[in-house]
């Protein structure tokens, strides 16, 4: 009924930049808050930053002042802005997004994660 579709994700070297994008399409009614995860091989799944429907964001230290969160509400998108990219950057990136659906009862809030995208970050 819903995907979210991530792109840009790759190999860039040591302080280069990134764009990584998330569509989401399907039976949309609204969409609240959208969030960007990452989860390095052998690490537990972080929150990097997470942007509300109206703009208010916030970010994990340690990508503050480096990743800037963005979204398109027309789009139904969400955007994570990467520069100054570090190898401890290195992981899979997943879109999160909680999507209103309309139901049988009114409308219903439900957690969807995109597929995730690789970044690597190295020489």
């Known amino acids: 009924q819903v995907q979210l579709v991530e792109s840009g994700g790759g190999l860039v070297e040591p302080g280069g930049s990134l764009r990584l994008s998330c569509a989401a399409s399907?039976?949309?009614?609204?969409?609240?808050?959208m969030a960007w995860y990452r989860q390095a091989p052998g690490k537990q799944r972080e929150l990097v930053a997470a942007?509300?429907?109206?703009?208010?964001?916030n970010y994990v230290d340690s990508v503050k002042g480096r990743f800037t969160i963005s979204r398109d509400n027309a789009k139904n998108t969400v955007y994570l802005q990467m520069n100054s990219l570090k190898p401890e950057d290195t992981a899979v990136y997943l879109c999160?997004?909680?999507?209103?659906?309309?139901?049988?009862?009114?409308?219903?809030?439900?957690?969807?994660w995109g597929q995730g995208t690789q970044v690597t970050v190295s020489s």
């Open positions: 999160n997004a909680r999507i209103i659906m309309r139901s049988s009862t009114g409308l219903r809030e439900y957690d969807y």
């Open positions: 399907g039976s949309i009614f609204s969409i609240g808050a």
């Open positions: 942007i509300t429907s109206g703009g208010s964001t």
